[in-house]
């Protein structure tokens, strides 16, 4: 029997008997349990930590979020650990959402207020529910055919002799026809990619909106077989101008494929599985808000890898990669993200800062120093009570500076970017006024 089992990150799963509604503790199926276990394993093999075991009967979640399906039925989704009170589960759906979205280059379409009060669907009805509507607006606007070519042989002429097949025909069958015609069909690469994620959204879903719809789909698509080979067909996607109404499902149909998850659940079993490492969420949706309020003059790169620690012997060694760098003509920034609670009222307690931290930004200042002076860091943390506001500046000596700021994910804002410098364009406006009040 499926079950569903909404907890956050770090929670702690059991087989023991839990209250509802406790998003950090849930209760599990014995069989979810060990299959859980089986997959801790193999990701510990590849390098990555997915959950630890505690006891016999205990498992606790790691910095992963999104939604797994097991083999017995039982769909897990994790959401972040960010919001403290006041409808939890719902504003961590919408944020994980707009995360999401903002990582995959995803553009949801909400046709009507009816859709935004479903929007407290859980993860993977939500995946679907997308898919499905931008599937049904492309039906609408006409699925692509194209001409396949076909070799048969019939009783009639039609289209070419093929003539070096019709010569080595046997005695007493010249009557029939070796022949070469193209046909007008539905069966191509993107149709197919799209039937086979339907027929998967078809028999995952557990809402009744989204399999009604994929059934009406799945009728109007009959003629269209599923594909047999995604990653074939997925390089053969086309992209001229022709196919242009097909762009925006193409990401959705990659995510329910499992082409385009972060991380791959390995084994037989595939599930509707969707996890994504929220460090990395973080650091990529930072990227894109500063993408689109940088100042035109500044120039952001991310993930720069062209500096390493030291030497030995003329080869380089541990290249060190700062998530974000910003360069103007007269100044260099260079950037971190860290999904990390940073408590502003325990400075006893470094503010609850890592070292680690603070070594490896005071690398990147002097790797990525220019030459026309020295770089500012900042670490970024996202908002919560703890963290309203920048921390005082820390002075790394010889003009080097660090600073600590917060990011507020519900309003797109990066608090105390002026007292850094970051080169926003909203200089001025009411964001600039927020962060100087604040």
């Not at 859980?36 to 979020?65: H, I, M, P």
């Not at 991380?263 to 969707?274: Q, T």
């Not at 790797?367 to 921390?391: E, H, N, T």
Request: aromatic content about 10%; proline content about 5%; some cysteine.
């Amino acid at each position: 029997m499926s079950a569903f089992v909404t907890v956050r990150e770090y929670a702690r799963l059991t087989t023991a008997a839990v209250a509802p509604g406790n998003l950090d503790c849930a209760q599990i199926s014995e069989s979810a349990f060990d299959w859980l276990c089986e997959l801790s394993a193999s990701f510990n093999r590849s390098g990555a930590t997915l959950l630890q075991v505690e006891g016999r009967r205990v498992l606790k979640w790691d910095s992963y979020v999104g939604v797994l399906e097991t083999p017995c039925g039982t769909r897990l989704e994790i959401l972040p650990k960010h919001h403290e009170q006041d409808d939890c589960q719902v504003k961590s759906r919408q944020l994980l959402r707009k995360l999401i979205q903002q990582a995959l280059q995803l553009k949801p379409r909400e046709v009507s207020v009816a859709s935004l009060e479903l929007f407290d669907a859980p993860l993977s009805e939500w995946v679907m529910g997308q898919f499905l509507a931008e599937l049904d607006l492309l039906v609408k606007r006409g699925v692509r055919f194209d001409y396949q070519r076909i070799e048969e042989e019939q009783r009639f002429l039609r289209g070419q002799l093929n003539v070096v097949a019709q010569m080595r025909q046997p005695p007493g069958r010249q009557h029939h026809f070796q022949i070469r015609h193209d046909v007008f069909l539905p069966d191509r690469a993107e149709n197919r990619l799209l039937k086979l994620a339907l027929e998967l959204v078809a028999k995952s879903t557990q809402d009744a909106a989204n399999w009604r719809l994929a059934n009406e789909l799945r009728a109007m698509l009959a003629e269209v077989p599923a594909s047999r080979q995604v990653s074939q067909d997925l390089r053969a996607w086309s992209r001229d101008r022709l196919m242009a109404h097909y762009q925006a499902i193409k990401p959705w149909c990659e995510l329910i494929l499992n082409q385009q998850m972060p991380i791959a659940v390995s084994g037989e079993w595939h599930g509707m599985s969707l996890l994504f490492p929220m460090e990395k969420l973080f650091e990529q949706y930072v990227e894109g808000w500063l993408r689109q309020e940088l100042q035109l003059v500044a120039q952001l790169k991310a993930q720069s890898a062209s500096q390493y620690l030291c030497r030995q012997n003329n080869d380089r060694m541990f290249c060190l990669k700062p998530d974000l760098l910003i360069d103007t003509p007269e100044q260099r920034w260079i950037l971190d993200t860290k999904w990390k609670r940073v408590d502003a009222r325990k400075p006893e307690k470094n503010y609850d800062l890592s070292q680690s931290d603070f070594y490896q930004l005071f690398a990147y200042g002097h790797k990525y120093r220019r030459s026309d002076g020295v770089p500012k860091l900042v670490l970024i943390y996202p908002y919560w009570s703890g963290l309203q506001q920048a921390l005082p500046l820390f002075d790394f000596g010889k003009s080097m500076n660090l600073w600590v700021l917060p990011f507020d994910l519900e309003n797109d804002q990066l608090l105390g970017a002026s007292a850094a410098d970051i080169p926003l364009r909203h200089v001025g406006s009411k964001r600039a006024v927020m962060e100087q009040s604040a």
